[in-house]
């Protein structure tokens, strides 16, 4: 399975961005899988933001992003999710990547998803000036 991320770019402190990602392959509808979102900043371990679960739509999120950062899927025949990045900082600047679980839902939590991750997407870059 591969994972285009797309929406990346430079914005202002306190403006959005929207992030897209697209999967090659698609699923039937009672399929569990996990999609979502992480991000990687010079320097930094890759950090878990959030998650939303095929089946039954649960989302997950970072503490880092709760309430600024939005998970959706995409509801067509196709796999894919987006992530509406509100209030942005400059602590946001990171290469954002898309990554897929196959056949477990979300965790309860966004740490530790990274070791369940089975496909990542190959980022696209955010950055927010102040």
């Known amino acids: 399975v591969q994972l285009q991320a797309s929406g990346g770019g430079s914005v202002q402190a306190g403006e959005s961005l929207r992030l897209s990602c697209a999967a090659s392959?698609?699923?039937?509808?009672?399929?569990?899988?996990?999609i979502g979102w992480f991000r990687q900043a010079p320097g930094k371990e890759r950090e878990g933001l959030s998650c939303?679960?095929?089946?039954?739509?649960?989302?997950?999120y970072a503490d880092s992003v709760k309430g600024r950062f939005t998970i959706s899927r995409d509801n067509t025949e196709n796999t894919g999710v987006y992530l509406q990045m509100n209030s942005l900082k400059p602590e946001d600047t990171a290469v954002y990547y898309c990554?897929?679980?196959?056949?477990?839902?979300?965790?309860?939590?966004?740490?530790?998803?990274?070791?369940?991750?089975?496909?990542w997407g190959k980022g696209t870059l955010v950055t927010v000036s102040s």
């Open positions: 939303i679960s095929s089946v039954d739509g649960v989302t997950v």
């Open positions: 990554a897929l679980d196959i056949e477990r839902l979300c965790p309860k939590t966004m740490t530790g998803w990274y070791y369940a991750v089975d496909y």
């Open positions: 392959a698609t699923f039937d509808h009672d399929t569990h899988y996990a």
